[in-house]
């Protein structure tokens, strides 16, 4: 398996920006489909974004259609998620993925949390109004 550690949380104000940074070490890292997931307290992990894995293909959530953006660079091993005008609903830990499925499997995009093999610790995001 990949081990993922993620980095780049914090405190931001409403309407700000943020990067969060996902590391992965132990694989090939463009062997996997990368994602971010968020989970907020009392509440069920949810999809955020997922990338392909050369990148030429992504997905987001409607909650993050629009304001967040997940890239990755192969070379480093690392997956980025740039938010911008966040909510105060966007708190949450923040989760990476990882999964050597494609984007797209059996017919369908992976976007559930049961898809992904891989998880990273999380780092937690807070957004104050």
């Known amino acids: 398996q990949v081990q993922l550690v993620e980095s780049g949380g914090g405190l931001v104000q409403a309407g700000g920006s943020m990067r969060l940074s996902c590391a992965a070490s132990?694989?090939?890292?463009?062997?996997?489909?990368m994602g971010w997931f968020r989970q907020a307290p009392g509440k069920e992990r949810e999809f955020v974004a997922a990338?392909?894995?050369?990148?030429?293909?992504?997905a987001y959530a409607e909650s993050a259609k629009g304001r967040f953006t997940i890239s990755r660079d192969n070379a480093k091993s690392t997956v980025y998620l740039q938010m911008n005008s966040l909510k105060p609903e966007d708190t949450a830990a923040y989760f990476c993925?990882?999964?050597?499925?494609?984007?797209?499997?059996?017919?369908?995009?992976?976007?559930?949390?049961?898809?992904?093999?891989?998880w990273g610790q999380g780092t937690q995001v807070t957004v104050s109004s």
């Open positions: 990338i392909s894995r050369l990148a030429r293909g992504t």
């Open positions: 993925a990882a999964d050597e499925r494609g984007l797209y499997y059996g017919g369908r995009q992976i976007n559930r949390e049961e898809d992904f093999g891989s």
């Open positions: 132990g694989r090939t890292f463009s062997s996997y489909t």
